[in-house]
């Protein structure tokens, strides 16, 4: 798999051991990279604030194009906490993820179940995210704040996938595949990019 990472990202993960040693918590990063998928997650203050403090569990992404990381992520994948323009600063497991079809629905409506641990405050939050087309919601658990680091990322993705051509999840999903399911009124909801802001 390394061969096909670039150059930031093999030194990224290396940076991100290093950095975990470098905390008191003891997490075996290194083997779970070789059974789970990491992912670079890009927000903006003060949502990684708010994670790192443990009010915002949930991440919410939406996009109007077919993007990552819609039908890209999985429980038990590892996820690495970016401030824009900034430095990495933690690192989570995922516990859960849904992928959601705008159907009709007003976003605000749809996962209403979520908004309180998304941490989405007010209209303002619902109006800039009202042309996605597409949104994934992704619970986080055992979040570790870390000394930070500095990535060499260059580009403005708000997330990055560390598998490029990993069979586990090559294509995008399909049907009910990795718990998508359309966003009607009628359906229920089961418990970063140029697109709208990362949160």
Not at 106 to 122: N, Q, R
Request: charged share 25%; net charge positive.
């Amino acid at each position: 798999m390394l061969a096909d990472l670039a150059d930031w990202q093999i030194n990224f993960q290396q940076d991100l051991i290093r950095a975990i040693k470098g905390s008191s918590v003891r997490w075996p990063l290194r083997e779970e990279l070789d059974q789970h998928v990491l992912h670079l997650a890009v927000f903006v203050e003060p949502y990684l604030r708010w994670i790192l403090q443990g009010r915002k569990t949930i991440d919410s992404r939406f996009s109007t194009r077919l993007v990552a990381p819609f039908g890209r992520i999985a429980p038990g994948d590892l996820l690495a906490l970016k401030r824009s323009g900034g430095p990495v600063l933690g690192v989570c497991r995922v516990a859960d993820v849904q992928f959601f079809e705008f159907a009709g629905t007003p976003w605000k409506e749809v996962l209403a179940p979520y908004a309180v641990a998304i941490c989405a405050d007010g209209d303002e939050f619902w109006s800039q995210r009202q042309r996605a087309r597409y949104a994934s919601v992704i619970q986080l658990s055992d979040v570790i704040a870390l000394p930070g680091f500095v990535s060499k990322k260059k580009d403005r993705r708000g997330w990055v996938v560390f598998d490029s051509i990993s069979p586990r999840r090559s294509q995008m999903p399909t049907g009910n595949r990795f718990g998508f399911v359309p966003a009607r009124g009628d359906c229920p909801v089961s418990d970063g990019t140029a697109d709208p802001p990362a949160t």
